[in-house]
Every structure is written in C-alpha cells, then in structure tokens.
C-alpha cells in the first residue's frame, strides 16, 4: 500500500506514523507514506497557500492552484488512477468496513483541509471520497488521516503480526471485544474471573463470547442489528437483559 498525504503540515504526518506498528511496517516496505507539502507547490512569491472567500464571512479557503499541482506530482509519476480521501466532516462516516475496503488499493492520496475548507472546483477536479471521522469538528485533517491510515493499515497483511490478530478485535464480527486480564492474579483485591484460570479452552471461549454480547449490548446495542450471532446468542441477549431489568 503506498500512502500520500496532502498536507501543510508533513512533520505531523510523518512523525506521527513512523511510530509503533505502522512505524514498523514502513520499515518492513509492507507501506510506503509520503507527507507532500502543499505550500512547496504554491506560485505565490510569498508562500501563501490560503486567501479570503468569495462572498465574504470569516477565516481563509484553500486555494485550488497548490492543491492542485501538489496532486499533479504524485498523478504525473503513478501508473494508475488513485482514490482520493478529502478528509471533512462533512463525509460520509468512517466505519471499519470502509478500512477493509480501502485495504485492498494500491495506493490512497489523502487531502487535509485547513482553516475554513478547500476550494470546492479542486475538490470536484480530484476527489473521489469524502470522508468524516465522527461527527465534531478538528482544525484540520491531519489526526483523521492518521486514524484511516491506521485503521486501514491493520487490515493488510502483513502490518499486524501473529500475535497482534486483527481476528478477535472489536468489530470484527459486529461484536465488541471480552475483557482481558494479565498477571498477577489478584490485584488491589480484584481477582481474574475463575473461568481464565480453568485451563478449559472450550469453557473460556464461551465465556468470552458471552462478555462480548453482554458488552455490545450494553454499551453499543445499536451494533447488534449488523453483528453475525446466532439466534441462540440473541435469545442469551434477551434473557440477559430481561433478567438485569428485573433486579
Ligand atoms: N476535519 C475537521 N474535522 C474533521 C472530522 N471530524 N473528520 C474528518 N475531517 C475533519
């Protein structure tokens, strides 16, 4: 996967992305992650890669010429057409769906707006997804960029190692994930469910299955009309809840 992020600020995409695992899979060339600089493509003897909006009203707009050129660069030296990411919130929202669709590109450009938004006639020229990461407003699409960047990169083989699955996460079948515990045994009086500690691999696997309905549809129901359960699993759901309402 080759990422390119069109952006003001290239020091917050690449010192954000070089850490950690997807660090590491850059290292490993499973990803390739190019920030551009938009205001190196700027004709403005000053720099300037913002203006006032036409019509009047508050703060500055992108202006189309460097946005433009900056996706010529990476356009004039790729041999395919690449999806284009405008990240605002006024797309269509993020979903671990659409990390797993996004995973199977070859190459994603991701446009980061500023101040008051883009152009509109560039955005038309060049982008193909308008994506929002949840429904508030950044200053910019950096942070969004890095968490598609992240979401999706888990989802190409590769990235995540044996021991890092991306089987069991959340969501991965509709669910939320069961609740983990590590050594020591008994920590400030609390101890780990009796069940972990069985050696009974059938038994915990149930278990956790359980916790992971209990939590979803506790904390998420809206998640478990799209989760793939059993009709024995929504009959334990009801019941579990009837049961909480009770006492
Ligand atoms: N830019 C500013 N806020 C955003 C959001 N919530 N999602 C995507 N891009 C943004």
Request: proline share 5%.
């Amino acid at each position: 996967m080759e990422y390119y992020v069109l952006t003001l600020f290239p020091d917050m995409i690449t010192d954000g992305l070089h850490t950690s695992i997807i660090g590491r899979a850059i290292e490993d060339g499973v990803l390739s992650l190019e920030a551009v600089n938009i205001r190196d493509y700027t004709l403005s003897k000053h720099g300037k890669t913002d203006d006032y909006p036409y019509g009047g009203g508050a703060g500055m707009v992108m202006q189309a010429q460097p946005v433009y050129d900056a996706f010529m660069s990476i356009r004039n030296r790729i041999d395919y057409n690449p999806r284009v990411v405008y990240l605002t919130p006024q797309g269509k929202v993020f979903h671990q769906d659409m990390a797993k669709e996004l995973a199977l590109e070859k190459g994603i450009v991701f446009l980061c707006g500023h101040y008051e938004g883009v152009d509109e006639r560039v955005l038309d020229e060049i982008v193909t997804d308008e994506v929002s990461i949840g429904d508030y407003v950044l200053t910019g699409g950096e942070l969004p960029a890095m968490c598609m960047i992240d979401a999706i990169s888990r989802m190409i083989p590769g990235v995540l190692h044996n021991n890092e699955s991306a089987e069991d996460d959340s969501f991965g079948d509709g669910l939320l994930e069961f609740p983990q515990y590590s050594r020591p045994e008994i920590w400030r009086d609390r101890k780990v469910p009796a069940i972990l500690l069985s050696g009974d691999h059938a038994k915990v696997d149930a278990w956790r299955r359980e916790q992971s309905l209990i939590r979803t549809a506790e904390r998420r129901p809206d998640l478990l009309e799209n989760a793939v359960i059993s009709p024995k699993e929504r009959d334990f759901i009801r019941k579990y809840l009837a049961n909480k309402n009770e006492l």
